[in-house]
């Protein structure tokens, strides 16, 4: 008897004449699920263009008073990071706050970032979910409007096995380069090393973005693993003590030249040790509530919160003041005087 055709087939060679289930064919024919994966190479990037970077900075989503991504606020962002020696972005993550966006909002701004300033600096679209459909539904879209690197989180809340984890970072690996990003305080679940030994296999792995610690940093970069930080307040040590390459940043929004010289300018604890303050303020509540508290005070986003993010109370926005005067208002992006603002200069947008 043929296979039927569907969703399921059989065969009639089961002793007895009943028909026996066998796995539809589709189900096995390698990337069958992915009908929008162009094998165009002319325009890809290079993997080594991705793990050569030092300076990446996790860039702040900007709103309109109606929720809207407000435009001219994040390309005047992403020309003032240029400015201050980022090489790179990563669109749409945590700090972008990429986890209140729909698809839609999200591709479009990878799209934008790619079409404005994509020959100025590498677009680093999050396209990672919980969801491996959605994952490689979106990357597939990242790739396609031209990001060069995709960032992949574990999946979160749900979890899953060692097997499960590398099964869905394999389901996007093959489309382009890609940073792994680890933060277990947010996932609830570690990416174990030998997870990452199997995913290091494909010549598509940039890299990971690493915020367990330094000792996990070494690890990797023993075993020629290129390694991000994810933590500011360790990324001057891993970058000159522990091998890594680099950083990942939420402070090189506020100080994109400061950041950079704790990346390529060698050892500096005395620099390290000025930025550190402004750090440990910024991270005292979940990112990103202290960046799009500071980026407000410093006038160059309005003061607009989506929720469930709401800004610093007036307290902490004092002690942000004082901070820039003391790291000297110069090193900070924007032009107009640091304020503390009042409460009601906040807008919280519940429906967007």
């Known amino acids: 008897m043929a296979a039927a055709v569907g969703c399921c087939s059989f065969q009639a ?21 992915l009908p929008m994966r162009s094998y165009e190479v002319k325009n890809r990037t290079n993997v080594d263009e991705i793990k ?40 749409g993550g945590t700090t972008g706050e990429g986890q209140l966006m729909s698809w839609d909002e999200h591709i479009m701004l990878i799209g934008h970032t790619v079409n404005c300033f994509g020959n100025t600096l590498k677009v680093i679209g999050n396209t990672g979910s919980n969801s491996t459909r959605e994952a490689i539904h979106a990357t597939e879209q990242g790739f396609a409007v031209g990001m ?17 984890l590398v099964a869905h970072f ?33 010549p598509n792995l940039a890299g990971v973005k690493e915020c367990v610690g330094n000792d996990r940093v070494e690890e990797y970069t023993r075993n020629g693993v290129v390694v991000w930080s994810g933590n500011d307040d360790q990324c001057h040590d891993s970058r000159w003590d522990y091998g890594a390459n680099g950083v990942i940043s939420v402070t090189s929004n506020l100080v994109p030249g400061l950041m950079r010289q704790l990346m390529f300018g060698g050892k500096n604890i005395r620099l390290n040790s000025k930025v550190m303050p402004l750090v440990e303020w910024l991270f005292q ?52 005087d640091v304020r503390v603002m009042d409460d009601d200069d906040f807008i919280l947008i519940r429906r967007y």
């Open 13 to 33: 060679t089961h002793r007895g004449g009943t028909r026996k289930w066998r796995s539809p064919r589709a189900a096995v024919i390698p990337n069958f699920h």
């Open 52 to 91: 050569a970077l030092r300076l990446i900075t996790a860039i702040k989503t900007p709103y309109l008073p109606d929720g809207r991504f407000d435009l001219e606020a994040y390309d005047s962002l992403i020309h003032m990071q240029i400015e201050g020696g980022a090489e790179a972005v990563i669109v």
């Open 148 to 164: 060069h690197a995709a960032l992949h989180i574990n999946p979160y809340y749900g979890k899953t096995s060692f097997d499960g």
């Open 170 to 202: 394999n389901t996007v690996l093959h489309m382009g380069p890609t940073i792994i990003y680890n933060v277990p305080s947010r996932t609830g679940q570690d990416i174990p090393p030998g997870v990452v030994q199997k995913l290091a296999r494909s």
């Open 285 to 336: 509540e979940p990112n990103p509530i202290g960046l799009n508290t500071a980026l407000a005070q410093l006038g160059v986003v309005r003061p607009i919160f989506r929720l469930p993010y709401v800004p610093l109370p007036l307290e902490k926005r004092m002690e942000f003041v004082n901070i820039v005067k003391e790291i000297g208002r110069e090193n900070f992006i924007g032009e107009e």
